[in-house]
């Protein structure tokens, strides 16, 4: 994971409710995997809620989950989360290299 991409982490944290901290990569993925194990059981509606939020591509999750039938869903699940996470980033350091932008279409 890059370094820059665990404050990107940050919403994540803030919309899951996990603990304030810094985490590493399998820190932050098997906290993660741990909440997301509670809504599947306790609040399924809200876990969807979301993994939409976040922008989970719905179909990559329907195919992870079926291309690993015995894996751990919340771990999967989590992989998920915190691979678009890295994905966002990448491309807000992408846009933000572009200097052929004019100065009046930058915000």
Known sequence: MMENSKSDLSDVNNLLELPAGKW???????QLA?????????DFARLINILYRLDVD????????NKNPHADASQVIANLIVERQIQKLATREDFDK?????????W
Request: zero cysteines; charged letters at 40%; glycine letters at 6%.
């Open 34 to 42: 741990g909440l997301i194990e509670q809504l599947l059981q306790n």
């Open 98 to 106: 572009r200097e052929d932008i004019p100065d009046h279409e930058k």
């Open 58 to 65: 719905e179909q990559k999750l329907r195919t992870e989950l």
């Open 24 to 30: 590493g990569n399998k820190e932050f993925t098997f």
